[in-house]
């Protein structure tokens, strides 16, 4: 009895530890804060879950978190797709898919998260409006998955293989310069000198200086090209980064912090794309302290679809069974299997039947003539027991003993029965005595 007890306050204390470990894992994230910043998933401050749950809350909308795949983003007219809190730059695969669905008719919205102009950043960024346009020499060039070579025109004095090891040396070298910028504690570095191909097609420049050098100047001001319902100041903007636009692409100025863009929007194709250099106005925070209720509204517009992009954040996931399983209503049958399983398992470890009680000790009992039983059952069969016990006999018994069985008459019934075979040979063995 004792032993049963210790058992029974073990497994308490094991189901108290592991209800104490869910409630834990239920907290942090009901809260949100294991998720990245500026994902819908997360309720604190630095997360994006208001303007999500309030987009659901909307009649006729469908909101919805995109956690795969970049390339197969499938968003169309009617559709809202919001990329928030976007850390330096996307791959060109994944700004090839937000252009197609902005051409099909989305809007799109992209919000960088906030950084802070560094010590170079001023001349980094004179140097950038000097000569914006001017694309990445690098020789590696991204087309699709793979990446291909372009050969570089050899300067005086070299050949074209010279000059292609030299351009990959550079290449290895800026590389090598990026990762110690992204590996050091402070996570930003300056945005490059060149642009990207997305850059280039869309006509806009992403640059980083110190916008305001006065704490009495304004955060981010609305400018002449924004709705004049729109709050005439975003306060607590405190990103450093803005955006240098190409007069023929069509961009339109929507707030300026220190005289440079921070937020614009274009026309393109069948749908729209806006560009915010810092997420906090979509924030949890700023739904609770800087609301710009009637930017959010704009924003969201009559869109009956919104979607929510995580894959950047790192929130990913690939469908698989189990997934397509949970989308087409097969979690039932997947617990009855696994519940037949159980009970198949129950089955062949623990019969249903009762056990007898056994013995508290084991008796072991052997006859004196078990051994000599066991040997005539494995060697003499039934039907000749009688002959072999006869001519085991016979050579020890007197002549008037075997006369007397052999002159005994057969009988049928005693040829199959080898107990009244014997039987009958004793009776006349008996009748010696009486006479």
């Known amino acids: 009895m004792k032993t049963r007890a210790a058992w029974l306050l ?8 592991l209800w ?4 834990i894992y239920r907290l942090r994230i009901a809260r949100g804060d294991l998720f990245p910043e500026y994902s819908s998933l997360r309720a604190d401050p630095l997360g994006a879950r208001a303007l999500h749950d309030a987009a659901r809350l909307l009649p006729d909308r469908e909101v919805e978190r995109w956690t795969r795949r970049f390339s197969r983003l499938e968003a169309g007219r009617g559709d809202l797709v919001l990329v928030l809190g976007l850390q330096r730059n996307l791959p060109r695969e994944d700004w090839e898919a937000l252009d197609r669905a902005a051409i099909a008719g989305a809007s799109v919205v992209v919000a960088w998260r906030a950084e802070a102009a560094g010590a170079n950043d001023g001349p980094r960024a004179r140097e950038v409006r000097e000569d914006p346009w001017t694309e990445r020499p690098a020789p590696l060039l991204r087309e699709g998955p793979r990446e291909r070579q372009r050969e570089a025109e050899p300067a005086s004095g070299e050949d074209r ?7 990959r040396r550079e290449a ?5 310069r990026e990762g110690e910028l992204r590996r050091s504690d402070n996570a930003t570095y300056p945005p490059p000198r060149y642009a990207h191909p997305h850059e280039l097609r869309l006509g806009y420049r992403l640059a980083r200086r110190e916008l305001i050098t006065r704490e009495a100047d304004p955060d981010a001001v609305r400018a002449e090209a924004a709705p004049s319902t729109w709050p005439e100041e975003l306060p607590r903007w405190r990103s450093d980064l803005f955006f240098i636009t190409r007069e023929d692409a069509g961009w339109r100025p929507l707030y300026r912090r220190g005289g440079d863009i921070v937020m614009m929007s274009r026309e393109r194709g069948a749908g729209r794309l806006t560009l915010l250099a810092d997420s906090f106005p979509l924030s949890n925070e700023a739904a609770q302290r800087e609301r710009a209720t009637e930017l959010l509204a704009d924003l969201l517009g009559d869109a009956r679809r919104v979607v929510f992009v995580e894959t950047h954040l790192g929130v990913e996931t690939e469908l698989g069974v189990a997934a397509l399983a949970r989308r087409y209503g097969l979690g039932g049958a997947a617990l009855t299997a696994l519940l037949l399983a159980l009970l198949w398992i129950w089955r062949r470890a623990s019969p249903l039947a009762p056990v007898p ?8 009992s052997i006859a004196p003539t078990a051994g000599l039983e066991a040997l005539l059952r494995r060697s003499v069969p039934p039907a000749k027991l009688h002959a072999a016990c006869l001519e085991a006999w016979l050579p020890t018994a007197s002549a008037s ?7 005994l008459p057969p009988a049928p019934e005693t040829a199959a029965d080898p107990v009244a075979a014997h039987r009958a040979t004793r009776r006349a063995l008996s009748k010696k005595h009486l006479s």
């Open 161 to 167: 293989a010279e000059a292609r090891e030299r351009r």
């Open 357 to 364: 009680p056994e013995e508290e000790e084991l008796r072991i």
């Open 10 to 17: 073990v497994a308490a204390l094991l189901l108290l530890l």
């Open 401 to 407: 003993d075997r006369r007397r069985v052999q002159e």
């Open 20 to 23: 104490g470990l869910a409630s």
């Open 172 to 176: 290895a070298e800026r590389d090598e």
